[in-house]
């Protein structure tokens, strides 16, 4: 079947800190990957996504490529700010089991100034 | 200014009353799905729709109904809610393509159920 596993938080960094959040999926087809950013009391926010093996999505900092050869998409920031406090959620969706979407658990991330 | 509604954005009910939060996008978007989310187990998908009159059952779809007569709205409906229902709720829309979409999200209704 389809899923997704994301490391476990929280992630507690200082500022200006490199990060890494690991996601691993299993998938059937030839998945679309993404990662969501849920800010506290708001709902989610797409922050990258990549449809192909090798293309890296980006956005705000944020970087992720997804590798085929070990189904990651691990998420990374070479320096992260206090407003990048948040909980990130990596999903994918694939076409092969009818536009279903999966996400993983979660990471919730604080950065302390 | 492009957006998902969702309401009531918080409600307690009691076991049994049968309850429906609407869900409504102004994008157009032909995908509209429901998900819940709870503590250590992320956002599961309840249902979702790829067009009018077209729902498909995602990963926990046991207790809900859905329904979508028009392109615009998706509700929700609880038809005998259980306590194991207390969580919160976010729909979502996008358009329709090749796998690549950007899911927009609403603000989520928390629901507690007694």
């Known amino acids: 079947g389809n899923s997704v596993t994301q490391m476990e938080g929280p992630v507690t960094l200082s500022e200006e800190a490199f990060l890494t959040i690991n996601c691993t999926y299993t998938?059937?087809?030839?998945?679309?990957l993404f990662w969501y950013v849920q800010y506290p009391g708001e709902g989610l926010q797409l922050l990258l996504k990549?449809?192909?093996?090798?293309d890296k999505g980006s956005n705000k900092g944020f970087e992720a490529t997804y590798r085929k050869e070990t189904t990651s998409f691990h998420l990374e920031k070479g320096s992260v700010q206090v407003s990048d406090s948040a909980v990130y959620f990596c999903a994918l969706m694939t076409s092969y089991t009818g536009n279903q979407f999966y996400f993983g658990t979660g990471t919730s991330l604080t950065v302390i100034p | 200014e492009a957006q998902v509604t969702q309401n009531p954005r918080y409600l307690i009910t009691v076991t049994g009353k049968k309850l429906t939060v609407t869900c409504s996008q102004n994008?157009?978007?032909?995908?509209m799905s429901w998900y819940r989310q709870d503590p250590g187990l992320g956002l599961r998908q309840i249902y979702y729709?790829?067009?009018?009159?077209?729902?498909d059952k995602g990963d926990v779809p046991e207790g809900y109904k859905v329904s979508r007569k028009e392109k615009r709205n998706f509700p929700l409906i609880l038809e005998s809610p259980s306590p194991n229902q207390t969580s919160l709720y976010f729909c979502?829309?996008?358009?329709?393509?090749?796998?690549?979409?950007?899911?927009?999200f609403g603000p989520g209704t928390r629901l507690l159920v007694l």
């Open positions: 979502a829309s996008s358009p329709l393509g090749q796998g690549t979409e950007t899911q927009y």
């Open positions: 994008m157009n978007h032909e995908y």
């Open positions: 990549a449809t192909k093996a090798d």
């Open positions: 998938a059937t087809g030839y998945p679309s």
């Open positions: 729709s790829m067009n009018v009159e077209v729902t």
